[in-house]
Every structure is written in structure tokens, then in C-alpha cells.
């Protein structure tokens, strides 16, 4: 991962450790001011579900894309991430114009939809049929607030989910998963930003299908293969319900 820091002369922080801790004690990862952050404030580490933020004892509030957090959170490539006055903006490794496409048997215009996670439009979303377009209020656009004239659009190409950016300021350069870009193919939750918007593309059908291998006989004997013949279970049912009889006519008998 790498991290910028927008609006600042600080040099991007480069990061491939399993874990990340930022504070402003020496013995952290990644150094911040006394008065930007506590001595130990957060911890960032990678798992199965990506990146965990863990904000540790003691530190102050942190906000991920101008949201407080005061326990934890999953990070995206893109997120911004604030501590005081210190922004620092999570970026991928990877180019997304250098990716690997997607599988084309999968692809095609099925279902799917832009979510806003942040930013004025947070909590909206927007269905991608044909073309989707963002930018000043228009006729055939939806209005980006706070973004003064930064555009941009959605549409399908090739059976490939495609976004560009039209004549953007220079100020507010479209972002894909951290990483300006002016057109490139998306992926499922991939991270768009803009300005202050931020924006998860939501689009299962573009996954590849599983793959599916028929399992062939193991050749190993289960349980119930070792066990007898099923019909000895009646036998014992049958036995059990004579000697039942046998016993209720006794008592029977005697009393």
C-alpha cells in the first residue's frame, strides 16, 4: 500500500508489512506530530477482509473519509484517513490500467450500481443501465455538489464496465482505488473518488463464475459402509419388542 498526503510536501509513505502503526511516538511504523496524534493511535493490519484500522487505547477520535471511528474499520484502497490535521489518502499498489481484465464469458451490462459511502451524495444509489453521467446540474447529468465542474461517466464498452473523466480540474483528479486515472475498466468494489465523493462500485455478475470440479470416488469406506447389514436394525427392534411383551405378561401374572 501507499500512502499519500494531499495538500502537504511529505513524501509518500510506502507500505508492505502485514501490520502499520502510526503515532507520534519513534517506535512506530509511520510518524506523525504530538499534535496530530497520540504516541500509539492506530494500528493497521491486513487479514482475509483486507485492511483493519484499530484505533488503540488512550488515542484520539480518527476519521476515514471525514466519518469518526472509534473502535475500528475496514479500509479501501482510496480512503482517506485523518488524524488532526494530517490527511493521509490510502492509494493501491497496483495501476488499474495495468489489471488483468475480467473473464469476457462473465461480463456484459448486468446489474449494476454505483453506492456513495461519502460525500454529500453518501448513502444514494444510482443504477448503471446504459451510461451514467456526474457533473454540473444538466439535462442528461447528476449534479455533483462541491465538486465545482469535475465530470464524470459510467457506461458499458466492449462487455466491460468503463468510467472517464471529462475535463476535470486539476484540483479534483478522478481517483480509482487511490490512483488518478482518466478512463479505466472497473472491477466489483472498486473505490471511486472525486473531490470529497466516494463511490463502491457494486457489480457481482462481473465475477468470475466458481469453477467446479466433479469430486471422483475417494475409494475410502464411510462409516455406515462398515457397519452391518441394515435389516439386523429390525431384528433388534423385533427382539427388543418381545422380550417387552414377554416381560409386561409376566408382571401381569404375578400381580
Known sequence: MRIEFPNSAREDFRWAQAALSIGSA???????SAQQGAAHHLRIRQDRRGWVLEVLSGAGRVYVNARPVRE????RPGD???LGDCRMLLCADEDPASRAPLARSRQGQCTAALRAVAGP?????FPIRGRLEFGPQGDQSLDLPQAGSA????FWKDGELRVAAGPTPERYPLRLNGVPVEQAA???????????????VDAPGLLPAPAVTPQEPSGERLPEDAAGPRGEVWWLIATAAVLALCIALILLVRF
Open 186 to 200: 472497473l472491477h466489483p468494489d472498486d473505490l471511486l473518488g472525486i473531490a470529497m465523493h466516494r463511490f463502491v
Open 72 to 75: 475500528r474499520a475496514l479500509l
Open 26 to 32: 519513534p517506535d512506530n511504523d509511520l510518524l506523525v
Open 80 to 82: 482517506i484517513l485523518s
Open 151 to 154: 465530470t464524470l461517466a459510467l
Open 121 to 125: 451524495l453518501s448513502g444514494r444509489v
